[in-house]
């Protein structure tokens, strides 16, 4: 790690690794906050949301950078869960095809979403937890019958297992699969090329790995999917022209922005177009090298039967996940706590993910009260 990243993040007391849930902001995250959202606010007037769709169309461009797509494929999100629902909104399943398929390794609440997908007659049909997800073949065993999209988390949270979402894609292509790909525990730790995976819907979070604060997601969308879906969960920014206002001609905007809705959030993509230029600008490839540094020095020093996560590279996120028995559990989260350790634990064990303003000596010293 050049010593200069650490510096261009605001520091944490003690030894910060929840990066898999909220990354650490830029030090300039004020500065963005109030150039890009307060003092419009305080100077413009009526004539605010000129600056203020500016600050969005910065965040839509940022991200489009970052995982070469096209800023018209992108539409802004509050989070994952609203992203989903407008694409399921937006599809419709036919007799001979109506199954959603995903993983009991999911984030909860995308299966919260797709429950409530029932509603619109959907089937859903969760891949069994221990099945291994990392082969292939297990996917194209699944992707079959009457299974009409496949959601893929493409890092998951509670295991740190890294799905290889290339291979998924091509065999939902070649089978008529919608495929939605979740990359909130990958974006900005893992390099993404939306042009390599050839998916038809990306959705994702800027909280963790981007370091851009909660409520700023984005809905990335293939070109030729946009013709065919229309989202029932629309608002007056779904419009091919917001400022028209003619309560008796709704028209869908040609591009991914027909995924929007009501009045939006600005505030959090102020700071989040903040942080992602930075990410950018320090390299996924340079922040996914450290971060694989940094988690072999933990991986390399445990018992390879506390292991959950995959130990090669390929098939990991940032996040490493170890399993302890109940009183050694508590005996290892008494010292990571004692010694100001920011970790966090769920059913499949602690999980610590560092970044890049983390440094060898933190890790050794984590390492050595595990």
């Not at 305080?42 to 970052?66: K, Q, S």
């Given at each position: 790690?050049?010593?200069?990243?650490k510096?261009?993040?605001?520091?944490?007391?003690?030894?910060y690794?929840?990066?898999?849930?909220?990354?650490?902001p830029?030090?300039?995250?004020?500065?963005?906050?109030?150039?890009?959202?307060?003092?419009p606010w305080e100077?413009?007037?009526?004539?605010v949301w000129p600056?203020?769709l500016?600050?969005?169309d910065?965040f839509?461009n940022?991200?489009?950078?970052l995982?070469?797509?096209h800023?018209?494929?992108?539409?802004?999100?509050?989070?994952?869960?609203?992203?989903?629902?407008?694409?399921?909104?937006?599809?419709t399943?036919?007799?001979s095809?109506?199954?959603?398929?995903?993983?009991?390794e999911?984030?909860p609440?995308?299966?919260f979403?797709?429950?409530q997908?029932?509603?619109?007659?959907?089937r859903?049909?969760?891949?069994?937890?221990?099945?291994?997800?990392?082969?292939?073949d297990?996917?194209?065993e699944?992707?079959?019958?009457?299974?009409?999209?496949?959601?893929?988390?493409?890092?998951?949270?509670n295991?740190?297992?890294?799905?290889?979402?290339?291979?998924?894609?091509?065999?939902?292509?070649?089978?008529?699969?919608?495929?939605?790909?979740d990359?909130?525990?990958?974006?900005g730790?893992?390099?993404?090329?939306?042009?390599?995976?050839?998916?038809?819907?990306?959705?994702?979070?800027c909280?963790?790995?981007l370091?851009?604060?909660?409520?700023?997601?984005?809905?990335?969308?293939?070109?030729?999917?946009l013709?065919?879906?229309?989202?029932t969960?629309?608002?007056?920014?779904?419009h091919e022209?917001p400022?028209?206002?003619d309560?008796?001609?709704f028209?869908?905007a040609?591009?991914?922005l027909?995924f929007?809705?009501?009045?939006?959030?600005?505030?959090?993509?102020?700071?989040?177009?903040?942080?992602i230029?930075l990410i950018?600008?320090?390299?996924v490839?340079?922040?996914?090298t450290h971060?694989l540094?940094?988690?072999r020095?933990?991986?390399e020093?445990?018992?390879?039967?506390?292991?959950?996560?995959?130990t090669q590279?390929?098939q990991?996120?940032?996040?490493?996940?170890?399993?302890?028995?109940e009183?050694?559990?508590?005996?290892?989260?008494s010292?990571?706590?004692?010694?100001?350790?920011?970790f966090?634990?769920?059913?499949?064990g602690?999980?610590?993910?560092?970044?890049?303003?983390n440094?060898?000596?933190?890790?050794?010293?984590v390492?050595?009260?595990?």
């Amino acid at each position: 790690m050049n010593e200069s990243h650490k510096s261009l993040f605001v520091p944490s007391e003690g030894i910060y690794l929840l990066n898999h849930s909220v990354g650490r902001p830029p030090v300039t995250t004020r500065d963005a906050w109030v150039e890009s959202f307060l003092e419009p606010w305080e100077n413009a007037g009526e004539n605010v949301w000129p600056r203020w769709l500016e600050t969005i169309d910065n965040f839509r461009n940022a991200i489009a950078v970052l995982l070469n797509g096209h800023v018209a494929d992108f539409c802004p999100q509050v989070n994952l869960s609203s992203a989903l629902t407008k694409i399921l909104s937006g599809l419709t399943p036919t007799d001979s095809r109506r199954t959603i398929l995903y993983t009991e390794e999911d984030f909860p609440s995308i299966a919260f979403v797709l429950q409530q997908a029932v509603k619109q007659g959907y089937r859903i049909k969760a891949i069994p937890g221990q099945l291994n997800t990392l082969d292939p073949d297990v996917w194209s065993e699944q992707l079959s019958g009457d299974v009409c999209l496949v959601l893929v988390t493409h890092v998951q949270s509670n295991t740190g297992r890294q799905v290889p979402v290339t291979d998924i894609c091509a065999l939902a292509q070649h089978r008529e699969i919608v495929s939605v790909i979740d990359v909130a525990q990958s974006v900005g730790v893992v390099p993404i090329d939306l042009c390599v995976w050839k998916a038809d819907f990306v959705i994702g979070s800027c909280v963790k790995w981007l370091c851009g604060g909660p409520g700023a997601g984005f809905l990335w969308v293939a070109p030729h999917r946009l013709s065919t879906c229309e989202p029932t969960d629309v608002g007056w920014f779904s419009h091919e022209d917001p400022f028209e206002f003619d309560i008796h001609n709704f028209r869908y905007a040609k591009d991914a922005l027909r995924f929007w809705g009501g009045t939006p959030s600005v505030a959090p993509y102020a700071t989040a177009a903040n942080s992602i230029r930075l990410i950018h600008q320090i390299g996924v490839d340079t922040i996914r090298t450290h971060n694989l540094s940094l988690t072999r020095q933990i991986i390399e020093a445990v018992d390879v039967n506390c292991m959950i996560t995959p130990t090669q590279p390929k098939q990991r996120g940032g996040t490493v996940v170890l399993h302890y028995r109940e009183k050694q559990l508590d005996a290892v989260c008494s010292r990571l706590t004692h010694a100001r350790v920011d970790f966090d634990v769920r059913s499949t064990g602690i999980r610590m993910s560092p970044h890049i303003y983390n440094d060898l000596s933190e890790i050794e010293a984590v390492v050595d009260l595990l």
